[in-house]
C-alpha cells in the first residue's frame, strides 16, 4: 500500500484545483460552480474536504453525518443515499459509527482521477485562470461580508469565485446566495432574487447576465472587477 503522506501530497496538488479549505473554519470552497458537478462528485469534494481538514487540525473529526451532507451538498436525499452507496462499492468511501461517513484511506490514490476528471469537465477553466482564482481565494477564503450591501456582497461573490473576465464563468442566482450567506452575509434570497439582481440600478453596471433555459446566469463585467478591487482595498466610496 502506497504510504499515505505520499498520496496525501499528490492529492493535494489536484485538489488545489477544485477546491479549497478556509484555513479559519475548515469549510471547503469550490473552484467551479458547484452546477459543474454531478451529485457523486460534489459528495466527493465534501468528504475529501472534511478528511483535509482533519488533516489540518481544522475539524476534530474526518467523517460528515447524513445530514451534513445534505446541508453541504443541497442535494436530495435519495441522490445522496445512492451516491455514498456507490462510492462504498467502488471503496472510495465506507460508514463509520453513527451513520457518519468519511472517505476509505486505502484508496487515496483512487481520488486522483476523479479530481482530475471534475477539473477537465469544467469548461472555460485555464491553467492561468486556476492560478488567478486560486491566488484570489487564498486571500478571499476568510472574507466576511457581514458589513456588506447585498451589491457589494454580489460583486465581491463574483469576483472571488472567478466568475469575471476574462473566464467563462456563470454563476446561478442560488450559486451567489450560497456563497455569499456562507461568508456571512446577511442579504434574503427573496429580496436578492426579486429586486437586487433584476433591478438594482446600482448593481446593474458591475454585472452582466444571459438566459440559461428558464433562468439567469450572472458574471461581473469589467467595471465589476474594478468596483470588487476598490471594495476589497476600501476606496469605494459608495454603496453598490
Known sequence: MTDETESLSR???KAQRVFKINKKTGEVLLLPPRSKLTDKQLIIV?????????KLELSPTDSLSFDELKKLTSLEESSISARVSELRKDGLAEAGERGV???????LESFGPVLEEIDNSVTGFTPESHDRI???NESLESL??????????????LYATGACPPENLWFKVDEILEWAR????????????????PQDPKLKQFITKKR???????????NGVK????????EASGKS
Do not use: C
Open 144 to 157: 466576511n461580508l457581514a458589513k456588506n450591501t447585498d451589491g457589494e456582497g454580489i460583486v465581491l461573490t
Open 227 to 234: 468596483q470588487a478591487q476598490r471594495l476589497l482595498e476600501g
Open 134 to 136: 486560486e491566488s484570489a
Open 46 to 54: 465534501q468528504l475529501l474536504g472534511k478528511y483535509f481538514a482533519s
Open 101 to 107: 461517513y468519511r472517505i476509505n484511506y486505502q484508496s
Open 11 to 13: 492529492l493535494v496538488t
Open 212 to 222: 440559461d433555459g428558464q433562468g439567469v446566469l450572472y458574471q461581473l463585467n469589467r
Open 182 to 197: 456562507n461568508h456571512g452575509s446577511p442579504m434574503r434570497p427573496e429580496t436578492v432574487k426579486k429586486w437586487t439582481l
